[in-house]
């Protein structure tokens, strides 16, 4: 036993990736816990089990002293198989983990095993197995069993059932992969992508630059009679690709995120991150795209946001802009002449003021004013003291008051 014992674990470090120390120490702790069953032991006596390296010879010791009286042939057998099976388990779990948690974010191809609850399960080459969840699914994508598949690695989970390991069809870099794997420029370095936007199973576009001016970075990406492009877009079950040129002046480089559409004019707000673009009439629809699909992916692609417009409409808008700055304006000059009217009309109440409005004015000294020509409160003040004193029933406090009155409702 104790040679097949060494063999067995040989062959498992060899097969499974589990080192040989690993199992050994695993079996060294299952026959201790086997020997303690089986021996008598004071409270104060150690225990303890030793694998031989070299011979597979099992041994254990009471305080230091080698215990010859048991027979660890029959419990090394049962107890070494137990665990193994269960150590097996448990590196391949962390094996798998680990080899999978360090390819996150790369292009894993496997094979199509089952269907489970919107899900499927992809067989990926005998060592593991990957979900790829239905919200990863590309909506125009139908799989059947066996069929081979490649999907982006998004995420690796240490669950106690093992490594559950979450694929997506839809991921933005899924395509990035994918122009990696076909462009041997791109995964040299000599072209960089510098973003992608994408609607999955519909439409993405691709931005790259090229480092070397004698490489063309949309040639190197299309191939030779776009032999590169079209395996991306067979893998992809149909998806349409636009690569578009990168180029660091922002007006070129809407015009080639809105491709194939032309533009004719772009007016810029740097400080918001927008843009008004204009084209002629016929070329909006291709601007926009099937519901907007154009314009929206073009916008992510860039950051920016932009609004298209077409001449016509620019020029309705102008029209209409310069009528509701006319209309602003005429609203404003109306609201000033009707302030104005109401001054004038306030300034003429008030210098037509009545004598009524002084406090303490008999009837018969008011007739005696009107009599002599004062029939407003500026006729009052005009007069002043001397005048009021000639009319009879005013004197001078009486007239120095009036006048302070006067003055006051003025």
């Not at 099937?290 to 309705?316: F, Y």
């Amino acid at each position: 036993m104790s040679q097949e014992l060494l063999a067995i674990i040989e062959q498992i470090e060899r097969e499974k990736g589990i080192k040989k120390e690993v199992l050994i120490e695993a079996v060294e702790s299952a026959l201790l816990s086997a020997a303690k069953r089986v021996i008598d032991l004071k409270p104060d006596e150690e225990l303890k089990v030793e694998l031989d390296r070299n011979t597979g010879k099992v041994r254990a010791y009471r305080n230091g002293e080698e215990i010859t009286s048991i027979d660890f042939g029959r419990i090394a057998a049962s107890t070494a198989r137990q665990v193994i099976i269960q150590k097996m388990r448990e590196a391949e779990k962390d094996v798998v983990f680990n080899e999978f948690q360090g390819r996150v974010g790369e292009i894993v191809s496997g094979t199509v095993y089952r269907f489970e609850k919107g899900n499927v399960i992809i067989d990926l080459l005998g060592k593991a197995e990957g979900m790829l969840i239905k919200r990863e699914q590309s909506p125009k994508e139908e799989f059947k069993q066996g069929q081979r598949i490649r999907a982006f690695l998004l995420d690796v989970k240490k669950e106690a059932r093992g490594a559950q390991i979450i694929l997506s069809r839809t991921h933005p870099n899924l395509v990035k992969k994918l122009f990696e794997l076909e462009v041997p420029e791109i995964y040299e370095g000599i072209v960089e992508i510098k973003a992608i936007s994408r609607q999955p199973g519909e439409r993405t576009k691709i931005s790259v630059y090229s480092k070397n001016d004698k490489v063309d970075s949309v040639g190197a990406c299309v191939g030779m009679r776009g032999n590169r492009v079209r395996n991306i877009v067979n893998e992809l079950y149909g998806e349409k690709i636009d690569i578009v040129r990168y180029n660091e002046d922002i007006r070129e480089y809407i015009k080639n995120a809105l491709s194939p559409a032309k533009v004719a004019e772009i007016k810029l707000e740097k400080e918001k991150l927008k843009a008004e673009v204009i084209v002629d009439d016929d070329q909006l629809s291709l601007a926009i795209g099937k519901h907007g699909q154009n314009v929206r992916l073009a916008s992510r692609l860039i950051g920016w946001e932009l609004d298209i417009r077409t001449k016509t409409t620019q020029a309705q808008a102008l029209v209409k802009e310069k009528e509701d700055k006319d209309s602003a304006e005429a609203k404003v000059q109306e609201e000033e002449l009707v302030e104005k009217s109401k001054k004038k009309e306030r300034k003429k109440k008030k210098s037509e003021a009545s004598l009524e409005e002084l406090s303490g004015l008999g009837e018969k000294t008011l007739l005696s004013l009107k009599e002599a020509g004062i029939n407003s409160l500026p006729d009052l003040i005009k007069a002043g003291e001397e005048g009021l004193i000639k009319i009879k029933g005013i004197g001078e406090k009486k007239a120095a008051k009036l006048i302070a009155d006067a003055k006051k409702l003025k």
